[in-house]
């Protein structure tokens, strides 16, 4: 997927020119140089490799916690790059005896992460470094993709060594394509994901080292490459659809960028529960996936879509809207507000230009769903109601009405999602096994259940209602 103005690699029908791009792809393989050519190239690529290594920055300052006991002990405050500090958890419990309780994780920054940064007060999103409206308003989802992985935007020759290298894994082995068949004919194109992306670690694990730097790329490039190819497969894709106009390959394009990754949300934070462990990394991939499927995360567009199903028609949408502020009603507005936004979401307002470009394009705008969708957009965004609430459409509700358009079935959204988010994921898998320590994840839990009871044999128990 390319948008208007980037240059796609293209094939060489040249005999030269593909001895030529071999070469490429095979010193691609060996090294992956981001400074210039003079210097020593196995020097400077160890040095990358440390500068993608994320940092805890020493403690400068620190809080005391009263105990009940009336001892005072003092905590250390981490500081990031940017945003709020963050009080140093891993020594808490030994000098306090004491665990946090914090469902959700809301509070709680569960790694040290230079990837991804998000400011939900303001509305920001970067991509290491680099803001959200930028990327996709100027990059392909393949450059996002060099940038996650490798921390720098790349130069043409990388771009291009870079494609090549990924267009050369794109092929998946036959016996794979043989898992297909022993799924059910109405399976969900979820499910199926979940278990053919699973099923790649039994194809490559034999000599897996997430240890070794090297290894985790080559991992990071096979995901990338094979993720199309298996959705394709999912629900056959490549046969007999019709070429689609430019604008409909920029606003997937479009969607891959925006989706790409964002922080640590329920399936980055999976995967990497499930890497702390030292799985392969394509079956914590599958975990991710799994994650996703959720309607509360990757399924939020389909749900928003059933809502304007829902709602039926424009006359509708003010008995909705009083439904949706009713706090007796259990109607909610899918598609608005975001747990971390308090603003309006970032990847929205691109999406929102995307998705109003792709209805003018077709010319669908007042056609059923799409002409009900656009004036719930105008209804919310001038109701005081969700206005004083900061609840502006997101991405979901914009790329679900793009997904429509573009007819891809509802039952592929997510599947689209885990296609885009599949860079986050390994990029994230990639910087956890990157540091020195891997703590295995385990998190502790405020226990509420009963005290240590004494054992009673069957024949003295009495039967109780279960419900």
């Known amino acids: 997927m390319e948008s208007e103005n980037s240059s796609p690699t293209k094939s060489s ?14 010193n691609f393989m060996k090294r992956v140089s981001l400074t210039h050519q003079d210097q020593d190239e196995s020097e400077t690529h160890s040095n990358f490799r440390q500068k993608l290594i994320p940092q805890v920055r020493p403690s400068k300052e620190g809080c005391k916690i009263e105990l009940p006991t ?6 250390p405050i981490l500081e990031g790059t940017v945003g709020p500090k963050s009080i140093d958890g891993r020594g808490f419990f030994e000098k306090t005896g004491l665990y946090t309780y914090d469902p959700g994780f809301t509070s709680t920054a569960s790694c040290v992460s230079a990837i991804t940064y998000i400011d939900g007060d303001l509305g920001q999103l970067w991509y290491r470094g680099y803001s959200i409206d930028q990327l996709a308003a100027n990059c392909t989802f393949i450059e996002t993709c ?7 935007l790349p130069s043409q020759r990388q771009l291009d060594e870079f494609e090549n290298r990924v267009k050369d894994e794109m092929l998946v082995h036959e016996k794979i394509k043989d898992f297909y068949k022993g799924f ?10 979940c278990g053919i992306v699973g099923g790649l670690s039994s194809f490559y694990h034999e000599a897996v080292d997430v240890t070794d730097p090297k290894q985790r790329e ?12 298996l959705a394709a497969i999912a629900f056959r894709t490549s046969k007999g659809l019709p070429i689609i106009p430019q604008v409909m390959v920029d606003a997937l394009d479009k969607i891959l960028i925006l989706h790409a990754d964002h922080e640590q949300n329920a399936s980055t934070s999976t995967v990497r529960i499930t890497g702390s462990s030292l799985a392969n990394p394509f079956a914590c991939i599958s975990s991710g996936i799994a994650s996703l499927w959720g309607p509360a995360h990757g399924g939020a567009n389909e749900a928003c879509l059933q809502m304007l199903d829902e709602i039926g028609s424009t006359e509708n949408i003010p008995k909705y809207i009083a439904m949706a502020k009713d706090k007796n009603s259990s109607f909610r507005i899918m598609g608005f507000g975001h747990r971390v936004y308090k603003n309006f979401d970032p990847r929205a307002k691109e999406m929102q230009k995307m998705c109003h470009r792709v209805l003018q394009e077709l010319n669908i705008s007042n056609e059923g769903l799409f002409e009900l969708a656009i004036e719930l957009e105008k209804a919310a965004l001038s109701d005081q109601y969700f206005i004083s609430r900061k609840l502006y459409p997101n991405v979901d509700f914009y790329s679900g009405i793009v997904l429509q358009a573009l007819k891809i079935p509802r039952d592929m959204f997510t599947v689209i999602f885990a296609l885009a988010r599949s860079i986050g994921w390994i990029t994230q898998w990639n910087e956890m096994m990157s540091e020195s320590i891997v703590k295995i994840g385990r998190p502790r839990q405020l226990y509420v259940g009963n005290k240590k009871r004494k054992y009673m044999d069957i024949k003295n128990r009495v039967s109780f209602d279960l419900f």
Not at 13 to 26: A, E, H, I, R, W
Request: charged share 15%; hydrophobic share 40%; no cysteine.
């Open 13 to 26: 029908s040249n005999g030269n020119s593909l001895q030529q791009d071999y070469k490429n792809l095979v």
């Open 70 to 75: 009336g001892e005072k002990v003092e905590i």
């Open 146 to 152: 060099f940038l996650l992985l490798y921390g720098e």
């Open 184 to 193: 059910s004919p109405n399976a969900h194109p979820m499910s199926i994901m």
């Open 218 to 229: 080559q991992y990071a490039i096979k995901l990338i490459a094979k993720m199309p190819t």
